[in-house]
Each structure stands twice: as C-alpha cells, then as structure tokens.
C-alpha cells in the first residue's frame, strides 16, 4: 500500500525555522512528482512547493518563495521541506502528496493522487 507519513511540524516563533519530513512506501517514489500543500483552518488547501522526480526542479508558491526549500533523498524515498524565517501566516496542517506524472510537476492539487496524514505548523 502507498504510504506518506509526515513528521517535524511544531509550534515556533515569527523568525524561526522548522524542516517537515516526508517518509513514502509502497511506490517508485523516484518516479514521482512530490509536493507540499498546507490548508489553514476554514481555508482552502494550498499548493506550497513541489520537486521533479530526479530533484533538478521544483516550483514554489510565491508567498514561500526564497523561505522555503523543497528536497528529496531519492536512496531514502524521503521528502523534505526546510522553513525559514517562518510568519503566523504559514500556520497550517501540512500535507506531503505524490503525483505519478512526473512530466506534469505543477502547482495543481489535481495531479496528485497520494496524500499523507499531514503535520500542524503552527507560528506564533
């Protein structure tokens, strides 16, 4: 079965740093697209950053860009998102998904078809 299970959220200040972590099974993870998504509470889910199968590329929202960082370990089938300089408005559950079009690695909830359980961020 696909697995995603997500770790390293936590509650910080305005100006620090958390990295999420992003553990998948039960696919070619190398094959795969793989984003993050958070969703605030009454909000809608939002695409955060996503990376090509192989790493070379990855796309971020533009309230994220040049603070957070999207990488993967493909020898460990693991994502990563490194969170700097955090703000009260990143507060939110954040999800890691797969996407089995690699040729396809957008910012579109849509092409993504497994999702983790996610993990609270929560920036004070």
């Known amino acids: 079965d696909v697995q995603l299970v997500e770790s390293g959220g936590g509650s910080v200040h305005s100006g620090e740093s958390l990295e999420l972590s992003c553990q998948a099974s039960?696919?070619?993870?190398?094959?795969?697209?793989m984003g993050w998504f958070r969703q605030a509470p009454g909000q809608k889910r939002e695409a955060v950053a996503a990376?090509?199968?192989?790493?070379?590329?990855?796309i971020y929202t533009d309230p994220v860009q040049g603070r957070f960082t999207i990488t993967r370990d493909n020898s460990k089938d693991t994502l990563y998102l490194r969170m700097d300089n955090l703000k009260p408005e990143d507060t939110a559950m954040y999800y890691c998904?797969?996407?089995?079009?690699?040729?396809?690695?957008?910012?579109?909830?849509?092409?993504?078809?497994?999702w983790g359980q996610g993990t609270q961020v929560t920036v004070s």
């Open positions: 039960g696919f070619t993870y190398a094959t795969y697209c």
């Open positions: 998904a797969a996407n089995p079009l690699g040729g396809r690695c957008f910012l579109n909830d849509r092409y993504f078809d497994h």
């Open positions: 990376i090509s199968p192989g790493g070379g590329s990855s």
